[in-house]
């Protein structure tokens, strides 16, 4: 059964390495990386605007593929509660959308950062960085909760894997 889990987060929490460690037990599922559409989906706009769009357009692309019954690993940053309530009017079928707030301080996103942004962007060099200059407004009422400070990747991902076989699309 195709279903989208939607992984939210502060950049660098680890939504897309759990993603792609998913792949290895959902062979078939689509990696939807937020990095990696915006190269050819959207501008880089990163204004509270350019983000709603870019979500959206995220969100149809999860449509289409949930439409043809591929199963969708979407790790987006997705910094406001409207991109995350987008996405859910956009899939229109709760039951196969699933929220998922990969937890994270902002000190160990920080420490995990291999490309430098948050120090760019604590130089000023990065504008509208989740977390620094612009804010990341945490899910009230996610589907499921994955703290990568207190879990290991494999705990991780075996907890999104039973939470979807407890809501049984795996």
């Not at 690993?73 to 956009?90: H, M, T, W, Y």
Request: proline share 5%; charged share 30%; with cysteine.
């Amino acid at each position: 059964m195709a279903f989208v889990v939607w992984m939210t987060g502060l950049p660098c929490s680890g939504k897309t390495t759990i993603v792609r460690a998913m792949q290895k037990h959902i062979p078939n599922l689509a990696i939807l990386d937020g990095d990696e559409l915006r190269e050819w989906l959207s501008p880089k706009d990163f204004s509270k605007e350019g983000r709603i769009e870019h979500n959206k357009r995220v969100a149809h692309l999860a449509k289409l593929l949930l439409k043809h019954n591929v199963p969708s690993g979407v790790s987006l940053v997705s910094p406001f509660k409207e991109n995350r309530d987008d996405a859910r009017k956009i899939l229109a079928d709760d039951a196969k959308f699933f929220e998922v707030y990969v937890k994270c301080s902002l000190q160990e996103c920080e420490t995990r950062d291999v490309k430098g942004m948050y120090k760019k962007a604590r130089a000023n060099e990065i504008k509208n960085f989740t977390g620094i200059s612009d804010p990341y407004e945490a899910p009230e009422r996610p589907d499921l909760v994955i703290d990568t400070e207190k879990e290991s990747l494999e705990q991780s991902v075996e907890n999104v894997l039973n939470f979807l076989k407890s809501k049984s699309v795996l």
